[in-house]
């Protein structure tokens, strides 16, 4: 795993403008971690923990594992700001167990999200432990509350519980009643082991039977337990209940056709292509990115959600160092700037075909593709590999970077498979992801997921996201 570890220095920056095709990985991790993600080539879902949210990989284990089936991407996102940027490329937000409520600017901002299209998907967990300080200060008993309310929702104090009829204790209640919905189809019935009851005007879709009581009103009733309603052009799904997810509490009654019905809702959503604004006065390609010798730039990167700083600095026309917490490396570049070499750490990489600048200016729909064979020396050993690469100006979107400025950028998807052979065995990095380059800073941001194998099996995962902190030019 060391070897496999430092391959190839990581960075989509090495330079104002070259593309991430060289990126494979460094201090990796052995497991995934919570901020780490599966690989897509669908749609993409974003777990907010940037509100104490009480929910991890555990918890959604088996939801993700059934996303993964259908090669879609789920994210755990612990900052609000990076889940901002990443929400008009998500298809749906999970919301699960806030202990901080949500601000005004956020909920707008998770509003807009679902009324252009996408899902939402609110998850309470009625445990007394998540009321949370920020709540409290402002009467809010449920943070979650502070989000479901302006949808027209609440979630309600207490849990439900039925001595007469339920799932070995009183507190595992069945829900068996169901209103006609994409959520509730081919249910009979479930069990939910800790709930509470969700309040609404006709957005319910599942209820408890009347004998159930409420801890707080200790009141029989026929409690709703799920919601389902259309926002602008989006949905919003909630649940009372986060325990169904778990295993072994998923293969109860019919608690895993409800997570089968919930899968196949998310994969059905369809990220709206946004318009440009201001048609006219919009850039429509970027241009070669130029800066000056002298300048430098600091960047903010998660590593499997672990977060350092990355320091880039360009040191002459044809050479480029990056700094990092454990690593100094320098990329040299040839006079029209495709990457020849580079230096990390007592590792020098040269390869036979310098891998191109991309073909500026960027327009919409350009693809272009490149191969090289290279050399990797380490501790004075030669070792042969060979990169294939593939990318494709997807669009053009507005980004806001680390020191609140906005830029123009052309966001390229690109893929990349890298083989290399090291004491007798064969290592494969597949890396999938996109960059956002612009005309004023160069690279801006990047999400990449590689996967590693030896041998032709799977080893691991990783996750990488970048983001411009700041730039000073020389």
Known sequence: MKTLSEL???????????????????????????NASLPSGGGNVLIDLSHGNRVSWWILDILISELAKRNMTVSFISQWDLLDSRLDNASCLIVASPTETYSAKESARIMRFVEEGRLLLLFFDPAWEYIGTSGLMQGIIAPINSLSTRFGFSFAKGYLYNEADHFGIYRNIYVRNFAESPLTENLDSLVFFTATHIRSMGMEVAWTSKDTYSSVAEKADNYATMIWMKRGNGTVAAFGDVTFLEESYCYVEDNYKLIQNLVSIIAEVKVPVKEKIEEGFKEEEVAKPVLPVGTEKNYTEWIDGKESLVKWFKVSETEIKIERPNRTSHYYFTEDGALWKWISNGMECIYDEPLPEPPYPLTEGDRWKYESNYT?????????????????????????????????????????????????????????????ISSDAGTVKQEMTTDYYVDGIFTMREKRTLLLRSIRKG
């Open 8 to 34: 190839h220095p990581p960075p989509s920056i090495y330079y104002i403008y070259l593309p991430p095709q060289a990126i494979t990985r460094s201090e990796a991790s052995d497991q995934l971690e919570e």
């Open 376 to 436: 990797l020396v380490m501790e004075g050993k030669e070792h042969k590999g060979n990169i294939v690469g593939e990318e494709e100006v997807e669009g053009f979107e507005d980004i806001l970077a680390g020191d609140n400025n906005w830029y123009f950028c052309a966001r390229v998807k690109y893929t990349s498979v890298e083989h290399l052979a090291v004491g007798g065995r064969n290592m494969t990095m597949m890396t999938t992801g996109r960059y956002w």
